[in-house]
């Protein structure tokens, strides 16, 4: 059942805005010494997170043919990315500094050697698995010496 919502003047002036996301230069700095990439791509990023339930009602919106809720976050909100920045970095923390590195809904597994780029890869899947996350197959890049992670090429000891 919907019922219609009004908007709310200055609501925007009542929302705490996140802001962690981590530094690119970091990011790239722990991709140095690899020989070994995959890139994983997750599908609709911001949609695979859910809106609680109490928080439905601040995404609703009108339009001609009725109102309207968000059940999954939107791009538009403001704490988007740092809502998903914090997920990832949760679900994503025993890999993080040791094999993995991520940027939003962009991650790449590193290794030395083929072997345990291949044991890393299944604690990755493993873990996107359990918590109901999906990957893009066709964006991704697998066990390659070299790939592009935000708009550089990053591979034989050098970016």
């Not at 339930?53 to 999954?72: H, I, P």
């Not at 990755?124 to 999906?134: C, G, I, P």
């Not at 550089?152 to 970016?159: A, Y």
Request: hydrophobic share 40%; proline share 3%; aromatic share 14%.
């Amino acid at each position: 059942m919907l019922r219609e919502w009004r908007p709310v003047g200055g609501l925007g002036k009542l929302v705490v805005r996140g802001t962690y996301c981590r530094l690119i230069e970091d990011l790239f700095d722990q991709l140095g010494s690899a020989r070994w990439f995959t890139k994983l791509d997750l599908r609709s990023g911001y949609h695979q997170v859910w809106i609680a339930k109490e928080d439905e009602l601040k995404t609703a919106c009108m339009t001609r043919y009725g109102s309207y809720k968000f059940l999954v976050m939107p791009f538009r909100l403001t704490n988007a990315p740092a809502t998903f920045c914090t997920l990832m970095n949760k679900v994503l923390q025993p890999f993080l500094d040791h094999f993995m590195v991520l940027y939003l809904d962009d991650i790449v597994v590193y290794s030395k050697s083929l072997y345990e780029h291949m044991e890393y890869l299944r604690e990755a899947f493993q873990t996107v698995k359990e918590n109901e996350l999906f990957i893009k197959e066709e964006k991704c890049s697998f066990s390659q010496q070299e790939v592009l992670f935000l708009g550089h090429i990053v591979g034989g000891s050098k970016i």
